[in-house]
C-alpha cells in the first residue's frame, strides 16, 4: 500500500524559507514522477511542482523562482525547498505521484505570516 509522509511545515513570516520533505513506501518510487500539492483553506487541491524520474522539473507560474523540487531515489525521498515565501503560499502541502494515485498523506500545513 502506497504510503507518503510529509514534514516540514511550520509558521514562517513572509519572505522567509521553509524546506519540506516526503517520505513514500509502498511503490517503486524511482520510475515515477512525483508532485507536490497544496490546497490552500476552501480551495481545491492543486499541483505546484513536479518532477519526472529523469530530474526534469516542471513548476506552477505562482511558484516558480522561488521554489525548488528534487528527490532522492535512493531513500525513496522527494524535498521542496520553498523561498521568498508569500502570504498566498499559505496551504497544506502534500505530496503524492504525479499524476496522483492511491491515498493522501497527512500533509503538512504551511503558514505565512505578512
Known amino acids: 500500500q502506497v504510503q507518503f509522509v510529509e514534514l516540514g511545515g511550520g509558521l514562517v513570516q513572509s519572505g522567509g524559507p521553509l524546506r519540506l520533505f516526503c517520505a513514500a513506501s509502498g511503490m517503486t518510487f524511482r520510475i515515477y514522477a512525483m508532485g507536490w500539492y497544496r490546497q490552500a483553506l476552501g480551495k481545491q487541491r492543486e499541483l505546484v511542482v513536479r518532477?519526472?524520474?529523469?530530474?526534469?522539473?516542471n513548476y506552477a507560474n505562482s511558484v516558480k523562482g522561488r521554489f525548488t523540487i528534487s528527490r532522492d531515489n535512493a531513500k525513496n525521498t522527494v524535498f521542496l525547498q520553498m523561498n521568498s515565501l508569500k502570504p498566498e503560499d499559505t496551504a497544506v502541502y502534500y505530496c503524492n505521484a504525479e499524476p496522483s494515485w492511491g491515498s493522501w498523506g497527512q500533509g503538512t500545513p504551511v503558514t505565512v505570516s505578512s
Open positions: 518532477i519526472t524520474s529523469a530530474g526534469s522539473t
